[in-house]
């Protein structure tokens, strides 16, 4: 086994109860809190980019407590973001995230960033993807300085910053797994969102990644992953173990919010995505 390979028992031999010390404080299941479900709109990409607002307000109605606004949101003007801000208000349903391209944690893109999320409500800024493949440990470290750069830019305003894994950080490159290399390089307060799916489906274990890295795990895109149907399967119908990572989201990870990502189904969309909920409430309880 590498020292790059992470297991449930590498972990608890060396020392799962200092990790549930560092993030006690953290852990809102332990303050009784309930975690909030939202929806990566992503989910109804087909149907919201066609119409905004009217798929807003559909899919509010089925009871998602947040929302997380992907790339796209970033060519809205500012009064643009304030519509959508009013309807949000009206509906019930908070932004407590955005989901970014590398422009939000550009020099020039900063700032547009910082004021569409600042009208959102959002508190964090997540990098989905360094904007192009990076190929060397040297790159991801790269990658791990803009994050912390940008969460230096980010705090002024009270919003933090964060990183959103998929595939390529759990291949290995050098022995090392980039996703490993962001952890270390970028400091406590940048948000490690975990896409479960991805990390399911590159043979990782997400419960053990969550224990390694205590408190930080603030967000969490719920999405799931088969070997038959690879990521077009609804949640809880997939391989991801649920149980055991949201004990571990709530008692190490310090998780705020959970996010429902569908990536695609034999059903609409908005069905979809409704028929995740039910599955989460079962599963979650």
């Known amino acids: 086994m590498s020292s790059s390979d992470f297991s449930r028992r590498s972990f608890l031999t060396t020392g799962v109860s200092t990790a549930l010390a560092v993030s006690g404080a953290a852990s809102l299941a332990a303050k009784g809190k309930k975690i909030p479900l939202g929806l990566e709109l992503y989910s109804v990409r087909d ?141 406590k307060e940048v948000t490690l969102q975990l896409d479960v799916g991805t990390c399911v489906a590159m043979g990782a274990d997400p419960v053990a990644w969550i224990n390694s890295n205590p408190g930080r795990i603030r967000s969490m895109h719920c999405k799931e992953w088969s070997p038959e149907h690879q990521y077009q399967v609804l949640f809880g119908d997939g391989k991801a173990p649920w149980k055991g990572i949201f004990e571990a989201a709530e008692k190490v990870g310090g998780i705020e919010n959970y996010l429902i990502e569908q990536e695609g189904y034999n059903t609409p969309s908005v069905e979809a995505v409704a028929q995740c909920m039910a599955n989460f409430k079962r599963i979650h309880g």
Request: hydrophobic share 40%.
């Open 47 to 187: 149907v919201l980019e066609k119409d905004l607002m009217g798929t807003l307000r559909i899919v509010a109605k089925q009871g998602w407590e947040t929302f997380e606004f992907y790339s796209s949101y970033f060519d809205w003007t500012t009064g643009k973001a304030k519509e959508v801000r009013q309807l949000l208000d009206e509906v019930g349903v908070k932004c407590l995230s955005t989901h970014n391209g590398a422009e939000s944690f550009a020099a020039d893109g900063i700032q547009k960033a910082i004021d569409l999320n600042s009208i959102l409500g959002s508190k964090l800024i997540v990098l989905a993807h360094p904007g192009k493949e990076i190929k060397t440990i040297d790159g991801w470290k790269e990658v791990a300085a803009k994050l912390n750069a940008g969460a230096d830019k980010f705090k002024t305003a009270g919003i933090r910053a964060g990183y959103h894994n998929h595939d390529a950080e759990w291949r290995p490159i050098d022995g090392v797994k980039p996703i490993e290399v962001i952890a270390k390089n970028t400091r």
